[in-house]
């Protein structure tokens, strides 16, 4: 009790005072559990959650072709992380396993299907679907297809896989057949044709594919579908309308996540043409770090006009404005974005689990992902983790 | 011309230093208003605030009456043993003692607080801690508040200013100013002076020399404008940035630039 008492208060001085050890045991930790989400499907994509309550038998979910995609160059930053150990040539087997399975379900217009893969060219496209035992055929996605571009052009760039760029060509061609005149999104089983404003995660990567394709159509489509995103942007609030799932106002801190991402990097590899898109991000995140900083935690979303949900944390939500974050601080330099990224991390990172895992929300049965481990989370939490540490470092050798 | 001494927490030694001091110096306050520590109000602000883990350490410790020897506070009580003040820390004694008037409240910015002190007419007030002050308890001064900031002002402003300010590459600085509206350490400066520091230093013990420099620099504010000679200069709001608490992962870091400004310091 005495100990207790004596140690410093809030939590300040002297904790965490080395935190290399910190950020090496939570990246492996989460490395390994995000590793052995592929192991269970024989490495042919990871499961898209564990969960006991939904699967009590096996846990895992079936293998999602969208995370897969996106986590792979989640794992290319940790192989060269962890360069020199022998361990990441299990993780290239992986990549390879995934990459492959990856083209075996492209579909014929390029596109890739929602879902989470059953076998057989069948998927379970909701929770239901896996009491239910209702599997469908694949369905056209483009939210999907966007996310599985990021991870194929990784490995392109890794590996110069040919294979890959046939793939990426002919699914960023399906993503720009998929954009109307007017900016909207309209192949996407999810989404319908509402084309949520966090759809900037799939000009995002059509922009990467661009780089790789060279193809100005692929440009020019991605500009299309962030110009209609930047006439949702509320001059006075910031707020961006129909960030939520479905195209909704009310939308969870991880498509908040995706849409200011997807602006920031979009605005990144537009430079100099992008800078709107930057400044309406900017203005967002400018909102949502006064919030979490003068409360001390990020809530779990946000209807119109920032209207804050306290009620549950998004774990990936919070780790992706993290991302955010850091972005902020490596183009400005201002030190607050990098401690709200800090802060948002060591919450979270406070609420690993011992296998290396996080719940979807704070408290598990939170509204985003109840009982569920999803693995985006997991991703998220690494790339957060690298990103961080790397700032911080290179802030400690930076001299006065 | 009198004064108000304001204050929340009824355990650390501040006040009853501040108050010792005032004394010798002949600049006692006309009253002093004790926001309570433990009420339902501030028990849900500093939950937010703090966590509820840490906000139970707190309350354990402001139960045990041990001083931690590495705390802030213990160079207030050096210094105070220095100057040969008496050794009481309970305000409500010490007050007894001096004859001041003593209000005790649940919040600064209740309507009993507001009323109270629209009765009372206080000229300025002195300000050690007690939560964000709304307008309409800024109003309720002709002089408005003093309050000491232990940071580089306009440039660092809000929370954890001596980190901000070590990080940033500033030399830890205490500014006495003037609290004028809700803008959080934006309003007019009266008096400024650096910390000195030593190569042995670390952030704990600069944040214990400036709570003494706080209270010796509140002093000489409190002075010049019982004298009506206070000058003030003004700021403007573009000038600075407002900092919130500094997360423990960047606390190395400012370590090792307070380390390096140390250095700097020495060789000039």
């Known amino acids: ?41 024989n490495s042919e994509g990871s499961s898209a959650w564990k969960s006991r309550l939904y699967h009590p038998f096996r846990a895992w979910s079936r293998a999602y072709p969208e995370t897969s995609g996106y986590i792979i160059p989640t794992l290319y930053d940790y192989v060269q992380f962890r360069e020199s150990e022998q361990k990441t040539k299990d993780i290239h087997q992986i990549i390879e396993k995934t990459v492959t399975w990856l083209l075996s379900i492209q579909m014929p217009s390029g596109s890739f299907p929602a879902g989470h893969y059953v076998g057989n060219n069948h998927y379970y496209l909701q929770s239901r679907d896996y009491f ?13 297809s966007g996310q599985i571009l990021l991870g194929l052009v990784r490995h392109f760039q890794e590996t110069g896989d040919q294979r890959c760029l046939v793939a990426i060509n002919r699914c960023a061609d399906f993503l720009g057949s998929s954009i109307q005149p007017d900016g909207v999104w309209t192949k996407d089983s999810y989404a319908n044709a509402s084309s949520p404003s966090y759809f900037t995660h799939v000009s995002w990567p059509l922009l990467e594919a661009w780089r790789v394709t060279k193809n100005h159509s692929h440009k020019t489509k991605a ?52 800078s709107t898109y930057e400044k309406a991000a900017v203005s967002a995140l400018d909102r949502l770090f006064r919030i979490s900083e003068v409360a001390k935690k990020m809530p779990g979303g946000f209807s119109s006009g920032w209207k804050p949900d306290w009620a549950y944390t998004c774990v990936t939500g919070d780790m992706q404005l993290a991302l955010c974050f850091l972005v902020l601080f490596d183009s400005s330099g201002d030190l607050r974005f990098l401690n709200s990224a800090c802060r948002l991390y060591s919450r979270i990172a406070d609420a690993q689990e011992v296998d290396g895992s996080f719940y979807g929300s704070i408290p598990p049965w939170g509204k985003y992902m109840a009982f569920r481990k999803p693995s985006w989370v997991v991703k998220y939490f690494l790339d957060a983790t690298l990103h961080l540490w790397r700032s911080l470092e290179l802030e400690k050798a930076t001299e006065l | 011309m009198k004064y ?33 520590f433990l009420s339902p109000h501030r028990i849900r602000e500093l939950t937010r605030t703090w966590g509820r883990a840490n906000l139970a350490k707190r309350i354990l410790s402001f139960i045990t009456p041990a001083l931690d020897a590495g705390s802030e506070d213990c160079y207030l009580e050096k210094w105070s043993a220095e100057q040969g003040f008496a050794k009481e820390r309970n305000v409500a004694k010490i007050c007894k003692r001096l004859s001041l008037r ?93 910390l000195p520091i030593e190569k042995s230093d670390t952030i704990l013990t600069v944040r214990g020399k400036s709570r003494v420099l706080s209270v010796t620099m509140l002093l000489r504010a409190v002075q010049l404008q019982l004298a009506g000679s206070a000058s003030y200069t003004d700021q403007r709001p573009e000038e600075g940035k407002q900092y919130f608490v500094m997360d423990q992962l960047l606390l190395p870091i400012a370590e090792l630039r307070l380390k390096r400004l140390s250095q700097i310091r020495l060789c000039e």
């Open chain 1, 132 to 144: 239910l035992r209702r599997t469908h055929e694949a369905t056209e996605s483009s939210f999907n």
């Open chain 1, 1 to 41: 009790m005495m100990k207790l008492l004596k140690s410093r208060a809030p939590g300040h001085y002297g904790v965490k005072a080395d935190y290399n050890d910190y950020f090496s045991h939570k990246y492996e930790n989460a490395a390994r559990w995000l590793v052995s989400s592929f192991q269970r499907n």
């Open chain 2, 4 to 36: 108000l001494l304001i204050f929340a927490d009824g355990k650390n030694s501040l006040p009853a230093i501040y108050l010792h001091a005032a004394a010798e110096m002949k600049i006692l306050p006309a009253a002093i208003m004790q926001v309570a």
């Open chain 2, 102 to 194: 003593r209000f005790s409240v649940v919040s600064l910015n209740t309507p009993s607080a507001v009323n109270l002190l629209s009765r009372e007419r206080f000229d300025f007030a002195v300000y050690l801690s007690g939560g964000i002050l709304r307008e309409k308890f800024l109003a309720c001064f002709k002089h408005g508040v003093l309050n000491a900031h232990a940071g580089v002002l306009p440039q660092i402003r809000g929370m954890n200013a001596i980190e901000w300010s070590v990080i940033q590459g500033l030399p830890p600085t205490v500014t006495v100013h003037k609290i004028v509206d809700e803008g959080i350490d934006t309003g007019p400066m009266l008096i400024h002076e650096i």
């Open chain 1, 223 to 274: 500009i299309l579908s962030l110009d209609r995103v930047m006439t949702k942007v509320d001059r006075r609030t910031s707020f961006i309308s129909n960030m939520g799932f479905r195209g909704s106002d009310s939308a969870s801190t991880h498509t908040i996540g995706y849409c200011l991402f997807g602006l920031l990097q979009s605005s990144r590899m537009l430079a100099p043409e992008g």
